[in-house]
């Protein structure tokens, strides 16, 4: 297997004045640092200027599920991010993930559960578990905007790009025609190019991973994984047993409070989810998560 890595180029800013920001959006208002160091995207720092959550923004947290998880957060970030003036859906699902957190840290930054200790089976029917200690990858200084992946067995050249909440879109609609697991489905997303051709939509993409000799289809899915990664990892969070004092490794569950604290809403808007799984199915651990073993 070889692997190119190919910085994408930047392209030259215009010399158009830069838009003014509306005052009012700069109250209350603070620098946030990308996990993605800001690579993926042409004329952005390594940071955004957020503004702190208030209710217009917080009741898309209040009622997000399975369904909506989406576009609820793309909405909910139109309303947060001041600047630089990007496309939400054109976040990568690392820096989406990671924003998605940040705001629910400034609402509260304490999630309620009850977890049993591996170690000594003690029952802590009532946690508080600091969201600052979620564990999250920062993308590698040497990571580029692509990578191109030579496959051993068919001798196809790839170029694998970053997951962004456009992609996500088309992941939850094929999934839903499919029943693909969301994660393959995620990988196969992040292909840029297959042998020079580009524009592919993700079925073409689905459709040409099926007829790849055994082995091909891994050497991509850990190639995207690999060079791509940041974003919050839920599954790999450090936890302190009150009893024994042993520290495991454990994944956050995923349960409405995870997203917004109590549930205010839920009288005026309906439960937040039908299911304990608010994430839709996915797996928020890695990029297009963002960080190390999967989903975001």
């Known amino acids: ?115 049993t200790c591996p170690h000594c089976l003690f029952p802590n029917s009532a946690h508080n578990y600091p969201l600052k200690n979620v564990p999250c990858v920062v993308i590698d200084k040497e990571c580029s905007g692509e990578t191109e992946v030579e496959l051993e067995q068919s001798k196809s050249k790839v170029k694998l790009g970053f997951v962004t909440g456009e992609d996500e879109k088309e992941v939850d609609r ?32 689905m459709k040409w991973m099926d007829n790849l000799p055994p082995g091909d289809e891994i050497t991509i899915l850990g190639s995207w994984q690999k060079f791509t990664q940041h974003g919050p990892n839920y599954g790999n969070c450090p936890y302190t047993c009150p009893k024994c004092g042993k520290v495991s490794r454990i994944r956050l569950p995923f349960r409405p409070e995870l997203w917004y604290p109590t549930i205010p809403f839920e009288r005026a808007f309906g439960n937040a989810a039908d299911s304990s799984d608010v994430s839709g199915g996915r797996d928020l651990s890695g990029d297009a998560g963002g960080g190390s073993d999967g989903h975001s």
């Open 1 to 115: 297997m070889k692997m190119n890595k190919s910085r994408t180029v930047k392209k030259k800013q215009s010399a158009e004045p830069k838009q003014k920001i509306d005052p009012e959006k700069l109250v209350d208002s603070v620098s946030v640092k990308l996990l993605s160091r800001g690579i993926p995207y042409d004329g952005v720092g390594d940071s955004v200027i957020m503004q702190l959550p208030k209710f217009k923004a917080t009741k898309y947290l209040a009622t997000i599920n399975a369904d909506n998880f989406e576009s609820n957060l793309s909405s909910m970030l139109s309303l947060l991010l001041v600047e630089p003036d990007i496309d939400p859906w054109k976040l990568t699902a690392g820096d989406r993930n990671w924003l998605l957190l940040w705001t629910r840290m400034q609402i509260h930054s304490m999630y309620h559960f009850s977890i």
């Open 174 to 205: 094929v999934h839903t025609q499919t029943e693909e697991k969301r994660e393959i489905l995620r990988g196969v997303s992040a292909i840029r190019e297959i042998d020079g051709r580009s524009g592919l939509t993700l079925e073409d993409k």
